[in-house]
């Protein structure tokens, strides 16, 4: 074969090494910080960067109504974090040439212009503390233009925690806050008294204590800019019933936020099906690949195709399969990983049926690198499997498959002209069957995580209960020859 003619192939240990240290996360981080904080000296900052002991700190946006408990809820998050916790008054008493510039659009009431107001975020999320301990934003962005402007600037939160509560609670909670003077903690006469009886002597009622009138019309306007913050952060947005106790807020948001985001990383589906005889183990795959996109890869079917060629390899392969013997690992394994290894592979994926037979073949694909991220095992009886296959045929003038019992020829003359695979005897059946079961309790054990499914059923249904594990982000399913080597 000429040179320009070879398929591509990416050495497979590329693929594992870059899922085991999530290289695409690392890379992703590194670049979207540089972004953010556009240090003068980028080398020395992404030095610094990853001399840190944990590069995923907290990038938390807490939003909601007034009243609704924000103060409170991004406190505690950020005793828990350490994160910091930053409003926009408090950027404000920054002083900076931008905070003064701020300033004194407030000091006339009008809006601060966008570019001032991304840049003194920008500002404070580019300081040491919030580089080193992640941010938690209250209450910012408040528009939908807003959250544009902190996107176009690369700043994305991990985690955007929306609070919720009816109207009419958040005007009864307005009427009854209280603030501490000395620390800033909010509480409510009802709903939130604090313990310490010395705390209790010193709460005031807010200066900005709003009239029902003035608290409707800024829930209002709250609505109406909600419903775009919620498209805006949909991928990342959690909304907490407020309207409970504040420890189960609390709750609820710090479950929401130490649950790792879905990770954009480009995990390569790797699937093994193994099945007894009559399991359906080509038909599934062949409905993962068509539906996925996914490469296919029967070994038997491929050896064959190999064997039709007139490599070496093919060649060598020839004689086994005509004198229906066996085709050794060696050789197996030298086809299969030369075809796991092309480009089609490596970026799509595959899932493979047929092989490894054994453990010791699963050790040898293993020691190839080429490891799988789902493995299955579609659970038969043997007398399904027997009535599965003994009872099929073939017309071998339309090449369609029929059964005696699911799907009958439609008349007498293709009745006469079908033809049963002798493999699949009843005699035949039962000693693969007893070969499959022979190696079967100690492959299982090789693939501790494997998944176990019905395939006495429907097979559209056992699709969906394959695919409901195939979907998202592939965890990476461990061998115990992997556990053991780590």
Same mark, same amino acid.
């Given at each position: %074969? ?125 300081? $040491? ?27 994305? $939160? ?22 501490? $003077? ?9 709903? %939130? ?16 204590? %709003? ?219 039962? %000693? ?55």
């Amino acid at each position: %074969m000429d040179s320009a003619e070879r398929p591509l192939r990416i050495p497979p240990e590329m693929v594992i090494y870059a899922e085991k240290h999530d290289i695409f996360h690392l890379i992703q981080t590194l670049v979207r910080n540089l972004m953010v904080d556009k240090p003068d000296d980028p080398i020395q900052y992404l030095i610094n960067f990853l001399e840190r002991d944990n590069v995923d700190v907290p990038r938390i946006i807490l939003l909601g109504p007034p009243v609704s408990g924000k103060r409170t809820v991004a406190k505690k998050l950020c005793e828990h974090t350490q994160a910091i916790h930053i409003t926009f008054s408090d950027i404000l008493k920054d002083d900076s040439d931008l905070t003064r510039a701020a300033q004194s659009y407030y000091d006339k009431k009008q809006n601060v212009p966008k570019d001032l107001w991304i840049q003194l975020i920008q500002q404070r999320l580019s300081k $040491p503390d919030c580089v080193q301990w992640g941010w938690v934003l209250e209450a910012i962005p408040k528009t939908q233009d807003e959250a544009l402007c902190l996107q176009e600037a690369g700043i994305t $939160p991990d985690h955007v925690v929306m609070l919720e509560a009816p109207d009419v609670v958040l005007i009864e909670r307005s009427s009854g806050k209280r603030i501490d $003077p000395v620390t800033g903690d909010v509480y409510h006469v009802t709903f %939130m008294w604090p313990e310490s009886e010395e705390v209790a002597q010193r709460l005031e009622t807010p200066r900005t204590l %709003m009239p029902v009138q003035v608290m409707s019309q800024k829930l209002q306007k709250y609505h109406t800019e909600a419903h775009a913050l919620k498209r805006t952060y949909h991928n990342c947005l959690k909304i907490i019933n407020a309207d409970q106790p504040h420890v189960d807020v609390f709750s609820q948001v710090l479950n929401f936020i130490c649950t790792p985001r879905h990770s954009p990383s480009p995990y390569t589906p790797r699937i093994l099906l193994f099945g007894p005889p009559g399991a359906g183990k080509s038909l599934q795959a062949k409905l993962i690949a068509q539906k996925y996109g996914i490469i296919n890869i029967c070994c038997g079917e491929l050896l064959k195709a190999v064997s039709a060629d007139e490599s070496h390899m093919g060649e060598l392969i020839k004689p086994y399969l005509e004198s229906e013997q066996q085709v050794p690992s060696s050789i197996v394994l030298r086809v299969l990983t030369e075809r796991l290894s092309r480009m089609d592979c490596t970026a799509r994926g595959w899932v493979l049926h047929g092989f490894p037979r054994d453990v010791e073949e699963a050790e040898l694909l293993h020691k190839s690198n080429f490891t799988p991220n789902r493995v299955f095992f579609l659970e038969i009886t043997d007398d399904i499997a027997i009535e599965r296959l003994a009872l099929r045929a073939v017309d071998p003038v339309t090449g369609e498959w029929y059964h005696s019992v699911y799907k009958p020829p439609p008349g007498p003359e293709v009745q006469a002209r079908l033809r049963f695979n002798p493999q699949h005897s009843e005699a035949q059946l039962l %000693m693969r069957l007893k070969e499959y079961w022979s190696q079967t309790v100690r492959l299982q054990a090789f693939y501790p995580q494997a998944v176990y499914i019905n395939a006495d059923q429907d097979p559209h249904t056992v699709f969906e209960s394959l695919e409901s594990r195939l979907v998202g982000q592939l965890p990476k399913v461990l061998s115990n020859q992997q556990t053991n080597e780590n």
